[in-house]
């Protein structure tokens, strides 16, 4: 059985929207946003805290932090640049769910799944006030979110889903009001929890949130060791020995310093592209006037938004992984992925043909076996991390910062009584057994969207085991 996105394209037409694409993510395009540069660790240092990873998750850790004890020396290090990785190549969309959907979340804590729920609107809401607190520019916008089925089977799930809360059911003549694409069977518009955000500007701007209130951010400071000492922690990195008294982990898809973290989370690639600024007469052809992020239903699906500036960033379906769990940048410019997006992008909308892409870029996502975030202690309660956020980090990692903070308190609060922080996912397996069954599993989504959303053996066995792989 095919799906609306087997159809046929035009090779000439992608070839044509793809011809001049510059490779690398539109978000951190020094054209197009102002980049801030931090210094390399010159000497040792002896600090409070220490925050490995200049992403999201850090970031946060490191300016909550310092609002929690501003007299506290709190030293932010990264390997490469601010942002440069999952948080500058994201698709801006800031979800309040902090268990990977309402499926998920249900599924795996039903018992605190409303809490869960509670939770992860008032972070969304939090970092909201945060953004205006700190006076951050970074394109937010509270649009909600529109999930939209493309095949007829997927019309009943999205019709549950509004019976269970999770927002207004659309109909096909409404949801085509909204977003005019024929491959729209019917609709799901959830309101209120979901914003777009400028991905890179949110990063560089808790970055310098971070620096004003006294955080010592270097970059080009990579962490080569992590081990415990009588008095504190001490991190190895390629410039220098930093002494702490605890340390925070969010080293995000890469491997992590501790040793037992290793088997818990696969590097994916997701792939994304964004068009040129589209003009008023392109964006009356499709009549998206409420600006919500958009995803479809299937396995493999599509995630949209437009930018401040009216590009379409489109992203997702090929989510590839690639034998002994290896971060590459190789991996990232990958043809037939791209082409596979554009044929995909004019399938639903044919009324952009004039349309041309500006940008192509890749990353890695951090997937765990829950599909999303888990923490842990090291060290004797001094170390904290957190891995897994399986692509929806951007609104989690700031929930996630406040957990190992939490944790390293060492005074309960609502978050570390929660089961989803106490319980671990189950680790993937080492190789060859991993590649072959994440592979396995891959084969099966597309056959379920090829087959009416039927999930076979394979499939049925890990919702029975809680396992799975996503994007």
């Known amino acids: 059985m095919q799906t609306v996105f087997d159809r046929d ?25 102002a980049r801030p540069d931090y210094p390399r660790l010159s000497s040792d240092l002896t600090c409070d805290l220490l925050v490995v990873g200049g992403g999201y998750a850090g970031l946060w850790s490191a300016l909550h932090a310092k609002a929690r004890n501003p007299a506290a020396r709190v030293v932010l290090i990264e390997a490469e640049r601010v942002g440069w990785a999952a948080s500058g190549r994201n698709g801006g969309f800031v979800e309040a769910s902090i268990t990977h959907g309402a499926e998920n979340g249900k599924s795996r804590w039903p018992d605190e799944f409303d809490r869960l729920e509670k939770l992860g609107l008032a972070n969304l809401d939090g970092m909201q006030a945060d953004i205006a607190a700190y006076g951050m520019n970074v394109d937010w916008e509270r649009t909600g979110m529109l999930t939209v089925a493309t095949e007829r089977h997927q019309v009943g799930w999205l019709a549950e889903g509004a019976d269970g809360g999770e927002g207004r059911f659309l109909d096909q003549a409404a949801v085509r009001a909204e977003v005019a694409s024929p491959t729209y069977q019917a609709g799901l518009w959830a309101t209120d929890t979901c914003a777009i955000v400028h991905p ?20 080009h400071t990579a962490a080569t060791s992590v081990q415990r000492e009588q008095r504190g922690i001490r991190v190895e990195t390629s410039a220098g020995v930093l002494q702490a008294d605890q340390v925070v982990l969010a080293t995000n898809v890469f491997p992590s310093l501790l040793k037992r973290n290793r088997f818990h989370t696969i590097p994916v690639y997701d792939y994304v592209l964004s068009t040129e600024p589209l003009t008023d007469d392109q964006l009356d052809r499709i009549g998206w006037r409420n600006r919500q992020g958009i995803g479809d239903s299937a396995n493999q699906f599509h995630y949209y938004r437009l930018s401040a500036d009216n590009r379409i960033v489109w992203g997702g ?16 410019d990958r043809p ?10 004019f399938i639903t909308f044919p009324q952009l043909e004039d349309v041309r892409f500006s940008h192509r870029w890749a990353g890695a996502i951090d997937t765990n076996t829950r599909f999303c975030a888990h923490w842990g202690l090291a060290g004797r309660g001094r170390i904290a991390y957190v891995n897994g956020f399986t692509g929806l980090g951007v609104g989690a990692a700031r929930f996630a910062a406040d957990v190992c903070l939490d944790l390293l308190d060492g005074h309960p609060t609502e978050r570390t009584e929660l089961e989803m922080v106490n319980r671990k996912p189950l680790p993937f397996p080492p190789e060859p057994v991993a590649s072959v069954g994440i592979q396995a599993t891959r084969w099966s989504l597309d ?12 499939l049925r066995t890990l919702d029975r085991l809680g396992l799975g792989f996503d994007s």
């Open 9 to 33: 394209v035009d090779p000439a037409l992608i070839a044509r929207a793809l011809g001049s694409a510059a490779f690398g993510s539109m978000w951190l395009d020094s054209s197009l946003v």
């Open 200 to 219: 890179a500007r949110l990063v560089f701007e808790l970055a310098r949130a971070c620096s004003e209130a006294g955080v010592e951010i270097f970059e």
């Open 317 to 332: 379906y090929d989510a590839v992984y690639h034998y002994g769990r290896r971060v590459d940048s190789m991996y990232e």
């Open 336 to 345: 037939e992925s791209y082409r596979k997006l554009a044929a995909h992008f």
């Open 447 to 458: 056959r379920a969207d090829h087959n009416e959303g039927k999930r076979n053996l394979i």
